[in-house]
């Protein structure tokens, strides 16, 4: 069975950081490029960023270059987001997501998706 259980979302101020943790199970994590995704109230999923499998590379949505980081330990089969200079439209719930394939910002590329964790930023 496939787990992907997000972690490390909170409350945080403007300015703020938090790092985001997804650890995943009953799957060779390496055989997976890995994907954030976020969903604020009254909006559609967006794509955040995403890693190949080696973690060599990656690719990120404009709104959040230069201020997120993702990155990956496949020792730990555990991604990771790196959130600095966070600012209210960051509010989302955020999710990982695991693509067989080759890393894509296509939400419907992914085979399977956490449950999502809240990030709340306040002005």
């Known amino acids: 069975q496939v787990q992907l259980i997000e972690s490390g979302g909170g409350l945080v101020q403007a300015g703020g950081s938090l790092r985001l943790s997804c650890a995943a199970s009953?799957?060779?994590?390496?055989?997976?490029?890995m994907g954030w995704f976020r969903q604020a109230p009254g909006k559609e999923r967006e794509f955040v960023a995403t890693?190949?499998?080696?973690?060599?590379?990656?690719y990120y949505a404009d709104s959040v270059k230069g201020r997120f980081t993702i990155s990956r330990d496949n020792a730990k089969n555990t991604v990771y987001l790196q959130m600095n200079s966070l600012k209210p439209e960051d509010t989302a719930v955020y999710y990982c997501?695991?693509?067989?394939?080759?890393?894509?910002?296509?939400?419907?590329?992914?085979?399977?998706w956490g449950q999502g964790t809240q990030v709340t930023v306040s002005s």
């Open positions: 997501a695991a693509d067989q394939g080759q890393m894509t910002d296509y939400a419907s590329e992914y085979d399977y």
């Open positions: 009953g799957v060779t994590f390496s055989n997976y490029a």
């Open positions: 890693i190949s499998r080696s973690g060599h590379r990656t």
